[in-house]
């Protein structure tokens, strides 16, 4: 069954160390791939996305995410996290006009 | 640019009652798309309108049902509310009935007691 799975339901890092969140799918072709973020009572804000070309991909506020066709990951980084990096993450795909979100990971920072 | 916009922003209800949810796109967008997020859980597809139909639909009951009007907004309706339909409810719109670059609203938090 098609599925994306975010591996890490809370994650803790201290402010200015780096960050990874993992995201994995299970579909038969590749989809196209995003992440969003969202803080509290907010809407979700569009990080990044992938469809096709090179698979390190840069996006806003210093985040990037490389996709892995042979571990079937998409996986976000950060390479120096920021206190206003606190917030919930989510990978979302998209085959075929089925759009699909991760559970999220709850990010939190430490001063 | 006022982006998404939804209202009300947060509304309790009993159950089985009737709720309408607002929606109005990006300017320029012509497509909304529904999602339902429940606490501790990724938004889930409910439903995508464009050129006032709606155009794709997720795995929800009859229950939920939408409209689009011609300037684009949206509705979302909720008959015979459920405990388990207390949420937050996500508008997205795009140009275009792709998800590639969908714009979120802050949502409308239901409570169905």
């Known amino acids: 069954a098609q599925s994306v799975t975010q591996p890490d339901i809370h994650i803790t890092v201290s402010e200015g160390a780096s960050l990874e969140l993992r995201c994995n799918y299970s579909y038969g072709a590749t989809p196209y791939l995003f992440w969003y973020v969202q803080s509290p009572g907010q809407g979700l804000q569009l990080l990044l996305k992938y469809f096709s070309g090179d698979t390190l991909v840069q996006g806003i506020k210093g985040f990037e995410a490389e996709f892995k066709r042979s571990q079937s990951s998409f996986n976000l980084r950060k390479p120096s996290v920021h206190w206003s990096d606190a917030a919930e993450y989510f990978c979302a795909v998209v085959l075929r006009d089925d759009m699909r979100f991760g559970a999220g990971t709850r990010l939190t920072v430490k001063p | 640019d006022a982006g998404v916009t939804q209202s009300p922003t947060h509304l309790i209800k009993t159950r089985g009652q009737q709720v309408t949810l607002r929606c109005s796109p990006k300017s320029g967008h012509d497509t909304v798309s529904w999602y339902q997020q429940a606490l501790g859980q990724g938004p889930q597809f409910i439903f995508q309108?464009?050129?006032?139909?709606?155009?794709q639909r997720g795995n929800f009951p009859d229950r939920f049902s939408g409209h689009q009007f011609p300037n684009y907004s949206s509705e979302l309706n909720v008959n015979a509310l459920l405990l388990g339909d207390s949420a937050l409810y996500l508008c997205?719109?795009?140009?275009?009935?792709?998800?590639?670059?969908?714009?979120f609203g802050p949502g409308t938090r239901l409570t169905v007691t």
């Open positions: 309108y464009y050129e006032e139909e709606e155009r």
């Open positions: 997205a719109s795009t140009p275009g009935t792709t998800y590639y670059e969908q714009y």
